[in-house]
């Protein structure tokens, strides 16, 4: 597995131990997290998340990747982006992506996942790269559609988080349609 991920603005990195105050900026979020299917993580979660995630990162092959967004700007992670779900028979990855809210509207969240969809089809050998996204999240739709992504699914009520079901998008692309 080839890393980092170099983009224009963004470096695309293994996680590391000292990004725990990065990480739990965003992580313990409830604006960031409005979406996820979680709820913002105590301390204690957030240590135990990135403690499986660079743990993880000395599996290989693995059936997840789980990659720092860092600011080259500002040398510090901002994000989380990654392939939640790898299917090495399908050949097909699920992706997704968290921002710092101090680094939304800035074309980041689109920069960070076309970058980890190019090497998805490239180095993993993907043929077919998946996100799933929250009906009401308005940012994330337009960005995974600028992404050239077509909308496949309409889940409803497939996710319960603080106490109500919540419907969700599938949004999909294959390697041929990948510009």
């Known amino acids: 597995m080839t890393t980092p991920i170099?983009?224009?603005r963004l470096?695309?990195?293994?996680f590391r131990l000292d990004d725990e105050a990065a990480v739990?900026?965003?992580?313990?979020?409830?604006?960031?997290?409005?979406?996820?299917?979680?709820?913002?993580?105590?301390?204690?979660?957030?240590?135990?998340?990135?403690?499986?995630?660079?743990?993880d990162q000395?599996?290989?092959?693995?059936?997840?990747?789980h990659l720092a967004i860092e600011s080259r700007a500002h040398r510090t992670a901002i994000g989380w982006t990654g392939f939640v779900s790898l299917d090495a028979n399908r050949q097909t990855g699920i992706f997704g992506?968290?921002?710092?809210?101090?680094?939304?509207?800035?074309?980041?969240a689109t920069e960070a996942?076309?970058?980890?969809?190019?090497?998805?089809?490239k180095q993993l050998n993907l043929h077919r790269v998946v996100a799933?996204?929250?009906?009401?999240n308005?940012?994330?739709?337009?960005?995974?559609?600028?992404?050239?992504?077509?909308?496949?699914?309409?889940f409803r009520k497939n996710i319960f988080k603080e106490g109500q079901w919540r419907d969700t998008y599938l949004y999909a692309l294959l390697k041929e349609e990948c510009h």
Do not use: Q
């Not at 992506?97 to 980041?108: D, T």
């Not at 799933?132 to 009401?136: F, G, K, L, P, S």
């Not at 308005?138 to 309409?154: P, T, V």
């Open 6 to 8: 170099v983009t224009e």
């Open 11 to 14: 470096l695309l990195r293994p």
């Open 24 to 55: 739990h900026a965003y992580t313990s979020d409830p604006e960031v997290t409005r979406y996820t299917s979680w709820k913002p993580h105590t301390p204690v979660e957030t240590r135990a998340r990135l403690r499986a995630w660079v743990a």
């Open 58 to 65: 000395e599996i290989w092959p693995r059936t997840s990747i």
């Open 97 to 108: 992506y968290l921002l710092h809210r101090n680094y939304w509207g800035k074309g980041l």
């Open 113 to 121: 996942a076309n970058a980890l969809i190019h090497w998805g089809f």
């Open 132 to 136: 799933e996204c929250d009906v009401e």
């Open 138 to 154: 308005a940012a994330s739709i337009k960005i995974l559609e600028k992404l050239g992504m077509r909308r496949e699914a309409h």
